[in-house]
């Protein structure tokens, strides 16, 4: 049956049928018909962020923790421009999302008009799909098609943009009841001879190891992945996109490949003879140098998208499907086939590595240093039902190597694009997805200043986020390549420790604001923070020029690193000569 009514009124109707509750929305000129639509609708609530950048980084953050597509409107112009970095973000995470950009009036639109941008062009790279609606009666089957494809497959942005006329005009709507996608069909269920010739091969091999990334959270498949791991007592390397699907305080769980992983994950790659990828990219931060990355191991890749396969690495046996699907069509062959795990003597000897080569740093009782103030954290918290966030730098890398994450979808980090300023916003998102969890962004100096703003949306909508910012008074990664690379000439990467000074930009945006710098004190004043009503943040004053260790040189092979071997001041541990080769 139709109803008569508005475009924008369309708009509304459809977010509404789809389910949607929450919208991440800022508005101006062509976008105020859609937003004077929403103020009737007492379904879905609309958040007010300070800038479209973060109004985008907040519905990653949603979607990441509830597992459904984030929502954005904007306007047109500059509101559409800010989201670029929100939708590449998105885009390189696998992140499902429906991105609404308001346009100019079709009469006007390649006229340059007042706050024209042809945003299905610029952001054509960086979105799954996009859309320019040219007709109202286009509107809902748009919408339809947009909540499918953001969601389905290998899920990603989409962007709608909507001319002002067609959200004015009126017509008589009509919800469709399915949508016909030719040429999109999402291979979903892997090729059943090629899950039994890859579970011939996972129950052949003596040192198997599963490599695996977001892809299994997207997929909902770490229940399945827990199955395989233990029935074939499989190490797991979880990658920082794979963070939380599987749990990292299980004897299986063997941490974080690529430059900043742990020694022992990496040798365990280096002698992998079985490498199982599962949901992965084979990113290059992982990598290494490709040519060295599991050389001696024959390849499963698993990945809903087929672009994925080969791309990187070569693959001895792909598997094109989703990956929940896939583990649980492995695990069935494998119970068929009465398959007995055979890895003890491997799993010995990746633990005599982890023995051998933990992660570890030099302790400090006058100075906190960043890995102590991270460790903290995860002890605190790892019983509380909690999401932790990251902004970009080495605060994000140490949060990777002391930050267990044992829940799927506790954890948002930037992960392809590395965006700096990302960690705050999807905090203020993930707060909204996750209202009962204690939720806490780890951030840098440099980082909480890009989208510092939003400490405004957090307080006016009682969003109880806690801020950890890790001062260094430096844009830290940037000072540890330059130290290592570049002669110590910090060029254009020195901070302020005490501009902004945080305690008082908390008192003026209501916050609370604590400033800590005594290691005595580091866990009450956490544990005060973290237990204060609403949002807080914590100034932790920390060592200055500390570097993340282990290290990959860029373009080096993961099993030559820099640093991390206990025991003696870093320096002694770093390898000149070794630097030197992997850098020139
Ligand atoms: C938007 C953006 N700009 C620049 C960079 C390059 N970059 C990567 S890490 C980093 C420094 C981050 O500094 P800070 O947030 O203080 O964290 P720290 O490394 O000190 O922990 C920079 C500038 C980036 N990743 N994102």
Known sequence: ???????????????????????????????????????????????????????????????????????????????????????????????????????????????????????TGITLPITKHSYLVRNPDDL??????????????????????????????????VWPEHVNLPGYKPTVRGHIKQIKQAAALIAEARKPLLYVGGGVLASGGWKELKELAELMQLPVATTLMGKGAFPEDHYLSIGMPGMHGAKYTNFAITDTDLLIAVGVRFDDRVTGKL???????????????????????????????????VLAGLVAELRKADAEPRTEGWMNAIDDWRRQFPLHYLHNTEEIMPEFAIETIQRITRDRKRVITTEVGQHQMWACQYIHVTEPRTWCSSGGLGTMGFGFPAAIGAQLGAPDHLVIDIAGDGSIQMNSQEMATAAINGLPVKVVVLNNGYLGMVRQWQELFYGHRYSSSTLAQDCPDFVKLADAYGWKGYRVSDPALLEATLREAFDAEGPAIIDVRVVREECVYPMVAPGGSIDEMLG?????????????????????
Request: net charge negative; glycine share 10%.
């Open 291 to 325: 040519s060295a990355f599991a050389a001696k191991a024959r390849v499963i890749h698993i990945d809903v998208d087929p672009a994925e396969i080969g791309k990187n690495k070569t693959v001895d046996m792909p598997v094109v499907g989703d990956a929940k699907q």
């Open 140 to 173: 809902a089957e748009t919408i339809r098609e947009a909540f499918l494809i953001a969601t389905t497959g290998r899920p990603g942005p989409v962007l709608i943009d909507v001319p002002v006329d067609v959200s004015k005009a009126e017509f008589d709507f």
């Open 564 to 584: 991390g071997v206990p025991g003696g001041p870093v320096s002694d541990m770093l390898d000149d000569d070794l630097i030197k080769e992997v850098w020139e």
């Open 1 to 119: 049956m139709s109803e008569r009514m508005t475009g924008a009124q369309a708009l509304v109707r459809s977010l509404e049928l789809e389910g949607v509750t929450t919208l991440f929305g800022y508005p101006g000129g062509v976008a105020l018909p859609i937003f004077d639509a929403l103020y009737d609708s007492a379904q879905v609530h609309v958040l007010l962020p300070r800038h479209e950048q973060a109004a985008v980084h907040a519905a990653d953050g949603y979607a990441r923790v509830t597992g459904k597509p984030g929502v954005v409107l904007v306007t047109s112009g500059p509101g559409a421009t800010n989201t670029i970095t929100g939708l590449a973000n998105a885009y390189m995470d696998s992140v499902p999302m429906v991105v609404f950009t308001a346009q100019v009036a079709q009469s006007v639109l390649g006229t340059d008009a007042f706050q024209e941008s042809d945003i």
